[in-house]
């Protein structure tokens, strides 16, 4: 799956790295390892330093992709 856009909010108060980390994942694959009651879908992530980071988002705002991120 690949986040279409950063839902409003998403980001407000976390960490600088953190925020920095997920705006970097727009468009990209991501690991989609669960659908909460299909409202919520919580996707995977590790940035460039190796931190593994839990985004939750509502489905509106994913797309899958391919293993080529298409």
Not at 26 to 54: K, M, N, Q, R
Request: proline content about 9%.
């Amino acid at each position: 799956m690949a986040l279409t856009e950063l839902p409003p909010g998403l980001v407000d108060g976390l960490p600088e790295e953190d925020q920095h980390a997920i705006v970097q994942t727009v468009g990209e694959p991501l690991l989609l390892t669960e659908y909460w009651d299909d409202e919520t879908a919580e996707l995977e992530f590790t940035d460039s330093a190796g931190v593994i980071h839990f985004i939750y988002v509502s489905p509106a705002f994913i797309r899958p992709v391919d293993r080529l991120g298409r």
